[in-house]
């Protein structure tokens, strides 16, 4: 059984950074697609960013160059990196897992995909 713990969420300001923790448990980093998602209220949930077991990163568009995606493995901790946050950035975070290599997608997975979540970490931009 796979357990991911998110962590880091909070407030800031636009134009701030934050970086997103998802401490994971019950896995192989080399056979699984790990991804951040988020979710506002009344929208579905969409997809941030992706890595694989090989180390290919796939990202949405509305985050190119602004956040980054990546996993410590010999700690099991996944992370995201956001910068130059924008108001409409703010989201519940959510890290995902799942037992496919994900890198050939050449996109974020959609959340169907994913078997594995997290309880979500909140952040909040102001403008």
């Known amino acids: 059984q796979v357990q991911l713990v998110e962590s880091g969420g909070g407030s800031v300001q636009a134009g701030g950074s934050l970086t997103l923790s998802c401490e994971a448990h019950?896995?192989?980093?080399?056979?699984?697609?790990m991804g951040w998602f988020r979710q506002v209220p009344g929208k579905e949930r969409e997809g941030v960013a992706a890595?694989?077991?090989?180390?290919?990163?796939n990202y949405a568009d509305s985050v190119k160059g602004r956040f980054t995606i990546s996993q410590d493995n010999g700690k099991n901790t996944l992370y995201l990196q956001m910068n130059s946050l924008k108001a409409e950035d703010t989201a519940m975070f959510y890290c995902?897992?799942?037992?496919?290599?994900?890198?050939?997608?050449?996109?974020?997975?959609?959340?169907?995909?994913?078997?594995?979540w997290g309880q979500g970490t909140q952040v909040t931009v102001s403008s």
């Open positions: 995902a897992a799942a037992k496919f290599l994900c890198g050939s997608w050449y996109r974020v997975p959609p959340s169907d995909e994913f078997d594995y």
């Open positions: 019950g896995y192989t980093y080399q056979t699984y697609c």
């Open positions: 890595i694989d077991g090989y180390g290919t990163k």
